[in-house]
């Protein structure tokens, strides 16, 4: 059975773990490709929530295998509370796997991105200050520690020694702060290393053979498309490929394992952190999305910047990640608007413009044109089928289809893990 990639289509938030737990049952792994603890995912149960940040929403099934794979930075100290808050409420996460090669999030990684964002000032990224950027760049540099390190202490006090010979240097001489000491990095990841080592696998081993065993592998990305590193509002991004593309690197698994990849993408449009957002409100509409949406986000408690859908940006997404469709998710939340203005292209310098412009000066400057769309003041939220929504529901839903270039193959009316309107199975 061919893989399945799940991704966000906008900034990230767009309801991935709902999206992720509604296959969990039918899947037999769910596999987090890339990111760390600065993604996360509300998944109701029930009457229960549960917040996760660093594990696979997957999980929360009792059927299939949660995996981190080798593209996720990991800090083990929000891994082990993670895990222990869900032991807790009766979760079992025994069969979770985690890659040897996944690069661990040390305590010197967290201090420079604090330290680095507060010197930026008013030219901050409005990163999370997990430490996941200086991970990613201590990967890139070669000077990154492993999961697989910790069994070696040798190697971790090598490479520790490595990373801090130049972390100290500007740690003291730029930042004016104390140096960090070796001995006590290497104790604090050594503390961890029986813990989390009945989880340890060669996760691209066991995911290829998953899928020569035709078993049913689900790829799971954290933030979204506009988030990308490479494809991204850039620098205003993740340090990560949350793209489709980051599923074959952060996994270990080819291209052509992949069949179906699905964009996850709210009913309006929602953004954490600095950078451009052509369609944010600063409106009444935009304090009304935010307070019915309950757009806070999981892992960084701030509010999300809200705005209404834009068309220009799900058709880029369904460019760059080869989409093959859509989960669109809070439809419930446009319910009572009368009338629902959608962005359908930007207006740069006097011009209307259909795509997506790769210029990060022409970006900034984009205006969005809105066409306006009758809105419905019916609860959808019982809804069981497309044909149980209101009229002007239903056409809301196929004007966004049309304009975004991917058939929706799920909608999602409530929070709850039941309340979402499958129109085409994704498996």
Not at 292 to 314: M, S
């Amino acid at each position: 059975m061919p893989a399945l990639v799940l991704l966000g289509a906008q900034w990230g938030d767009e309801g991935k773990g709902k999206a992720t737990d509604l296959l969990g049952g039918s899947v037999d792994y769910v596999v987090r490709y890339q990111g760390g603890n600065n993604a996360g995912h509300t998944v109701v149960v029930g009457d229960q929530k549960y917040a996760l940040h660093l594990l696979p929403s997957g999980i929360l099934s009792p059927t299939c295998v949660p995996v981190i794979g080798n593209g996720v930075v990991v800090d083990p100290s929000v891994l082990l509370s993670e895990l222990s808050g869900l032991n807790e409420r009766g979760v079992d996460t025994s069969k979770l796997l985690i890659s040897g090669n996944a690069h661990i999030i040390t305590p010197y990684n967290v201090t420079v991105d604090k330290v680095t964002e507060r010197f930026l000032g008013k030219r901050k990224i409005g990163t999370t200050g997990r430490g996941i950027g200086p991970t990613y760049a201590d990967k890139i540099n070669r000077v990154g520690i492993r999961v697989q390190d910790l069994y070696d202490e040798s190697i971790l006090t090598q490479k520790v020694e490595a990373a801090l010979d130049v972390k100290n240097q500007i740690l003291t001489k730029l930042y004016n702060r104390r140096a960090i000491a070796v001995d006590q990095v290497v104790e604090e990841l050594l503390g961890y290393a029986a813990q989390i080592e009945p989880y340890v696998a060669d996760t691209v081993l066991v995911l290829n053979q998953a899928l020569e065993d035709d078993k049913v592998v689900l790829f799971e990305g954290g933030q979204g498309t506009l988030l990308d590193i490479d494809h991204g509002t850039y620098p205003f991004v993740t340090s990560s490929n949350p793209t489709a593309g980051g599923a074959c690197t952060g996994a270990g698994v080819g291209p052509t394992k992949i069949s179906r990849v699905i964009g996850i993408l709210k009913a309006y449009t929602t953004r954490v952190g600095a950078g451009p957002f052509p369609t944010e409100l600063f409106d009444e509409d935009g304090e009304a999305l935010r307070r019915i949406g309950g757009e806070r986000g999981v892992t960084t408690g701030r509010d999300r910047r809200c705005g209404w859908f834009d068309a220009v940006i799900a058709r880029y997404a369904t460019r760059v990640n080869g989409l093959t469709d859509f989960f669109l998710t809070k439809l419930d939340v446009l319910t009572g608007w009368e009338q629902i203005p959608v962005c359908v292209a930007y207006e740069i310098d006097g011009k209307r413009v259909e795509e997506l412009p790769y210029s990060q000066t022409d970006f900034h400057h984009a205006k969005p044109v809105y066409e306006t769309l009758p809105g419905w003041s019916e609860d959808i939220t019982k809804a069981k089928s497309f044909a149980d929504l209101p009229k002007n529901a239903q056409n809301y839903v196929k004007a966004l289809e049309e304009m975004s270039g991917a058939p929706i193959s799920a909608i999602g009316v409530g929070p709850g893990r039941d309340e979402t309107i499958e129109i085409n199975s994704f498996l």
